[in-house]
């Protein structure tokens, strides 16, 4: 079982020291990219996954150094995870100082290249046709007017929800209106019902005295018939 668990070790380390050495040379290509930009963003995309699977298997690897029953594989397991993991953490920091220096260097290209177009710059503008602008125009004005046509589908938008919210409204209204029938047809029946409750008891009082002076009547007259003597 110890072998096993040994195995996975360092397959587990194996993988994490494969990914650092990606990691590393992927900052490195940053570091030397001369650009365009989504040359960079590409890049950045391959080592911001290769970070994610290295944080996973460093993660693995922490959890089979709390799995381990042995104190001393422990500690020597979660020594190799903090050490990955400051490695980790050192790739992280390089890995935006080579961003900053590749982005400096294709910003300084751009303006280079800005400088060197700036004198042609105003012999283009001057080719610029009758029909050029004509176009411009025309464009702009279907712009302004697709916004026109947006506004007005938000205006009708907005009419609708507020005569949704007005509906509701007027909905809620009536359900407290009949919230308050409910509560004083409540109220009504409980008057009703300690109105019978009451009604009920004094009956019952009446009951017990009436047959209370029917059975003294009977024993009245059984003692006078019995015992007339007494």
């Known amino acids: 079982m110890a072998s096993s668990v040994d195995v996975h070790v360092r397959i587990c380390g194996q993988e994490i020291i494969k990914y650092d050495l990606e990691i590393k040379a992927l900052i490195q290509d940053i570091r030397d990219c001369p650009g365009p930009q989504s040359a960079l963003m590409e890049l950045n995309s391959q080592v911001k996954e290769k970070f994610n699977k290295l944080r996973l298997r460093i993660q693995d690897l922490e959890q089979m150094a709390r799995e381990q029953d042995r104190e001393t594989d422990r500690l020597n397991i979660q020594a190799e995870t903090d050490s990955q993991r400051r490695q980790m953490l050192s790739n992280q ?66 009419e609708d929800t507020i005569g949704t919210l007005a509906t509701s409204s007027r909905t809620v209204q009536e359900t407290n209106e009949e919230f308050k029938n409910m509560t004083g047809t409540i109220h009504l029946g409980r008057k009703l019902i300690l109105k019978y409750n009451r009604r009920e008891l004094t009956d019952k009082l009446l009951i017990f005295l009436a047959l209370a002076l029917f059975l003294a009547t009977v024993l009245y007259i059984l003692k006078k018939r019995l015992f007339p003597f007494i």
């Not at 294709?106 to 700036?118: A, P, S, T, V």
């Not at 279907?142 to 205006?155: D, G, Y």
């Open 93 to 158: 920091t390089a890995w935006r100082k080579s961003n900053l220096a590749c982005k400096l260097s294709i910003d300084n290209m751009e303006k280079e290249e800005l400088l060197r177009e700036g004198d042609n710059q105003s012999t283009r503008q001057r080719k610029v046709t009758k029909e050029s602008l004509v176009e411009t125009s025309s464009n702009i004005t279907e712009s302004l007017m697709s916004i026109s046509r947006m506004m007005a589908e938000q205006v009708n938008q907005s």
